[in-house]
């Protein structure tokens, strides 16, 4: 997803299945960016706002109710909210500042004003919902098993190490203090079997290489990009893949299948402003701002590095997924616009080097723009009309649609043209770039060559794709075929086998269900359900039930279905922020690593890391410095989670496995099965 700007869909109904619904929650969401909350009756909603216009969706209003047509947001008049399906209101900022949304759950209403300011720095908590939950009373527990293991087998528990022998369908054992409340049995010669792997119970861990591990300082500063030696907020803080590499070991301890590398090829070398404010110099730090798609960016290393990465990730048995962008480029930054030599830039009051650019008293880092002609014709010589939509002379107005908009005003590659194009100039003359002219070569055609070069040269599993609903399906079918095609001539260069190439696609707001997005390519669609569904499970994991009923069915009905799951992201929250507990943090690991289908772990979910400095831009504070210097608690998270996903690793049947319900007072207890392969999850309660 873009990182400085949100895909422009609503959470509504449009991809959301009734079963789908989540708890109460708004989403905040303008052309470009949506962000979602959950509500609560306990305390209110404080957000900060900025001077725009915005449209509010409340979803999952449970109960008896009616929303009255034509309703508008004023201040402090209650909103009757609708309980049939999502209500969407527009409202209009004319103040920045931060506004207060009150729900009251009895009567079924919203009102809204507006709060003294808050500071920039000062972190959204939530109050944790009040449920009533199973409670942990006892020293021993019996669990029944029905009918998933026969009298006289011997099953461990995961996180005590107790083997216990199964009489009369039943087992009777102490359950850990620090798991909360979980229970996990296996069978005890369950080690000895070779369990194939299965991407419906794929553990990916998403690292986002500059936030992660500084593994070569000498490339820190690449292409004159700076410091702003203040918060950082947008800068690059020196993560490589060599730094990658020095934590394979650590990945892999976490029962990790695949990594997720966040965009690795060459950003644009300047900054924009960032944050509705233009508080700090915002750089593509995040890799979603490309210049050159054949190329590593220098910060993040060299091709030697990608494919040491690579061979020794496969080496410990995990696959490498990188984060494809097709729909658009990055901005055209100052030290870009020098670099390339199109003069569109006014030269007075500006230093030698246009990358040393910074405010003047009375601006801020969105000024640069002063300096900028976007009237002249010489636009033509940047990416050009026949490449891109944008708001400049001679190219093609972005549209209304999703796929001839343009995302927080990135130029949108016309993916769906025919005519044959030539790279710009700029381009063909970029320092090491492997971009070359190709006869009657559209747009697209472009565009998949350098994406699947990636493959062919150096044997990548797999895609993470961005934005997929501003693209045509058929360009992503196609995608799928050539990266397939590259990945097989691969192997039979470097005499390797394994699973196809995969695809797992990002569709706004997507919940866990079935679309003809799994027509178009994809494996698997990146499901932004279960983070709102991880507030009541991380208090109370019997919480889960239904959530874990409908996802294993759905999976069961469609063989070629799997969501991916997750807790944190960089395009919406950290977890850990919601509540700032461990035990909590703890409990919504169970939840997510115990669900039916492929989950994602966001680098640093494990040891709680917290939200960094974030100015007016709440995403940024999501992207944090990784934690390498644990405190106890942070040790003791770490531990839970590494037994926890190596339970999962080494049983597919808990992603990909039929989830069996079983009946038993005062504890929420399942099984799964899988070709064989079987446990069985106790939740025994909380602990009082």
């Known amino acids: 997803m873009l990182l400085s700007a949100l895909s422009s869909a609503l959470m509504t109904s449009a991809l959301m299945s009734s079963e789908a619904m989540a708890s109460p929650n708004i989403t905040v969401s303008t052309t470009t960016t949506s962000r979602g909350f959950p509500l609560s009756d306990e305390a209110p909603l404080v957000i900060s706002l900025s001077k725009e216009s915005y449209t509010l969706t409340v979803s999952g209003i449970d109960g008896d109710c009616q929303s009255v047509d ?74 029944k098993l029905e009918d998933s293991f026969a009298d006289g087998t011997q099953l461990r528990e995961v996180f005590t190490q107790q083997v216990v022998t199964v009489q009369d369908q039943q087992v009777t054992l102490k359950a850990s203090t620090e798991s909360g409340g979980l229970i996990l049995l296996e069978p005890l010669l369950s080690e000895t079997k070779s369990l194939p792997f299965t991407y419906k119970n794929a553990n990916i861990y998403f690292v986002m ?79 979603y701002w490309t210049r050159d798609f054949t190329k590593i960016d220098q910060n993040f290393g060299q091709e030697e590095d990608l ?110 043209s025919k005519e044959f194009v030539t790279p710009p100039k700029w381009l063909l003359d970029n320092p090491g770039t492997l971009v070359e002219h190709r006869n009657d070569y559209t747009v697209s055609d472009y565009l998949l060559e ?69 027509d178009d390519g994809f494996d698997a669609l990146i499901n932004f359900d279960m983070q709102k569904k991880l507030d009541k499970g991380a208090v109370c994991f019997s919480q889960m039930a239904s959530t874990y009923h409908d996802y294993s069915e759905k999976m069961q009905q469609a063989d070629d279905f799997i969501p991916v799951s997750y807790m944190s ?49 709440f995403h940024q504070g999501t992207r944090s410095d990784m934690i390498w210097q644990l405190d106890s608690d942070r040790e003791t998270l770490l531990a839970h989670w590494q037994t926890l996903g190596q339970f999962r690793q080494k049983h597919p049947a808990i992603g990909a496995g039929v989830h069996k319900e079983i009946v038993q007072d005062n504890a929420y207890v399942f099984s799964r099965e899988l070709n064989g392969d079987k446990v069985v999850v106790a939740f025994v309660g909380n602990s009082k």
Not at 357 to 384: A, K, L, R, V
Not at 386 to 412: C, E, F, N, Q
Request: with cysteine; net charge neutral; hydrophobic share 35%.
């Open 70 to 143: 034509g309703q508008k947001i004023k201040f402090s008049k209650p909103i009757a909210l609708s309980c049939s399906g999502p209500l969407a209101l527009p409202l209009k900022i004319r103040f920045s500042g931060d506004y207060a949304f009150h729900y009251d759950s009895k009567k079924q209403t919203l009102s809204f004003n507006r709060q003294a300011k808050a500071g920039n720095k000062q972190a959204f908590k939530r109050p944790i919902p009040k449920l009533q939950c199973e409670t942990n009373t006892l020293t021993h527990h019996t669990i």
């Open 209 to 287: 290489v500059d936030r992660f591990n500084n593994g070569e300082t000498a490339n820190d500063n690449s292409y004159g990009r700076k410091h702003d030696n203040k918060d950082e907020v947008g800068t690059f803080h020196g993560g490589d893949l060599k730094g990658v590499i020095e934590k394979l070991d650590y990945i892999q301890s976490l029962g990790t299948d695949a990594i997720w590398l966040s965009p690795i090829v060459e950003q644009i070398h300047g900054f924009v402003g960032g944050g509705d404010s233009g508080s700090f110099p915002f750089y593509a730090y995040h890799g």
């Open 307 to 416: 494919k040491a990465l690579v061979d020794e990730a496969h080496k410990r048995g995990m696959k490498v997924l990188l984060d494809a962008v097709i729909n658009h480029s990055g901005y055209a930054a100052l030290a870009d616009l020098q670099f390339n030599g199109i003069d569109v830039v006014s030269t007075s009051n500006m230093p030698d080097s246009w990358a040393d650019w910074t405010p003047e008293s009375g601006q801020n880092w969105h000024s640069f723009h002063q300096q900028i002609d976007y009237d002249s014709q010489n636009w033509g010589e940047w990416w050009g009309k026949d490449w891109v939509r944008a708001g400049l002379p001679g190219y093609t107005k972005p549209g209304s649609s999703d796929i001839s908009m343009t995302l927080a005003g990135l130029p949108d590659f016309r993916t769906e």
């Open 450 to 518: 350098w994406q699947t070069s990636w493959v062919k040269r150096f044997g990548v599993d797999g895609f993470r794709v961005d934005t997929v609903k501003h693209v045509e399906s058929e360009v992503w079918k196609r995608l799928k075929h050539k990266a397939t095609q590259s990945l097989e001539e691969w192997r039979k260069e470097n005499n390797r086998t394994g699973e196809p190439f995969w695809m797992m696609g990002e569709v706004w707001g997507h919940s866990a269900f079935r679309t003809p997005y799994f």
């Open 569 to 617: 992201s960089h395009d919406t929250e950290l977890f850990f922020s919601r509540f700032k507990s461990f035990d909590i943090q703890r409990n919504a690991a169970n939840a997510l690593l115990l669900s039916p289908g492929a989950v994602q772990i966001y680098y640093g979910d494990e040891v709680a890391r917290k939200i960094g400095p974030y100015a007016d831009d």
